[in-house]
């Protein structure tokens, strides 16, 4: 890489030309949803269509879970995690469509490193999720789910790096995929299993041996389960790992793990491509 005057470019020179690409890539992305308002609307309906039939209509019948806590809100976090899951995978969309468009390979052929495009694409699309899950924490007071200002600056950080990591799997995903098509296939095959196996819809306890062990390899049950914890406090049902509940802890370290897991693996794959 060289600078303006002709000369080698310092390490210092490229770390910053390195993050204004990064910049670049993430402000475009946001850019874009800014430009795409009914996009946001309909990025809530689902959450939305779900408290409603599943949270309004099952929490009489499903009654109190734990003290404190009916159906309606053990369910909120779950659809929060749900928003911030589909908002992040779905980001990976644009990768494809640049690809089809031609701008991706003027991005590859750029000094601009594979890394940095990745960072990128994931930071805007995490930005993107976290952004539609707090329209959604809008309908917290109104549920009487009651989130201290600390927990809920807790709970934004958690959310971001739940988004990254997805954000980074969508960008995996989508460096392999050449039709939005193929694309969206992919991701229905995805975004199912990832959804309703992580105890979005359900307490963890007491389920069929199969379906423990399923719900417990789905790295996103770690996700849901330290929202509903930070949200709801930690009386309620959760993970467990050999009948031993999990920690708040344990759910943000395998969240973290995910995190470097994929990101990694995005890079590894963009660095392939040609």
């Known amino acids: 890489m060289f600078s303006e005057n002709g000369h080698a470019a310092t390490a210092e020179e490229a770390g910053m030309a390195e993050l204004r690409g990064i910049y670049i890539l993430w402000y475009r992305e946001v850019l874009r949803l800014r430009r795409d308002r009914p996009r946001l609307i309909a990025s809530l309906g689902t959450p939305l269509l779900f408290l ?23 369910l909120f976090p779950g659809l929060l995690g749900m928003t911030v899951l589909m908002s992040a995978l779905m980001s990976g969309m644009s990768v494809v469509w640049e690809r089809e468009m031609g701008f991706l390979r003027e991005v590859l052929v750029s000094p601009l490193s594979r890394r940095a495009v990745v960072l990128g694409k994931a930071l805007g699309g995490s930005t993107i999720a976290i952004f539609q899950g707090a329209v959604l924490l809008i309908l917290a007071p109104f ?17 971001f790096l739940i988004a990254f990591a997805l954000s980074s799997l969508g960008v995996l995903i989508a460096s392999r995929t050449y039709t939005m098509e193929g694309f969206q296939v992919i991701m229905n095959l995805v975004l ?25 390899i789905n790295p996103i049950t770690y996700g849901v389960d330290a929202i509903r914890r930070i949200m709801l406090g930690s009386g309620v049902p959760s993970v467990a790992w050999f009948q031993h509940p999990v920690t708040l802890a344990q759910d943000i370290l395998v969240i973290g793990l995910l995190t470097l897991i994929v990101t990694g693996l995005a890079i590894w794959s963009f660095s392939r491509q040609e």
Not at 52 to 72: C, E, H, K, Q, Y
Not at 145 to 158: A, G, M, N, Q, R
């Open 192 to 216: 199912m299993p990832l959804i309703f196996l992580s105890g979005i819809f359900f307490p963890l306890t007491e389920l069929p041996g199969w379906l423990s062990v399923v719900v417990t």
């Open 52 to 74: 409603i039939v599943f949270g309004f209509g099952l929490s009489r019948p499903m009654g109190t879970l734990v003290a404190g806590v009916n159906f309606t809100q053990f």
């Open 143 to 159: 549920l009487a789910v009651k989130i201290p200002l600390l927990s809920l600056l807790w709970l934004l950080l958690l959310l």
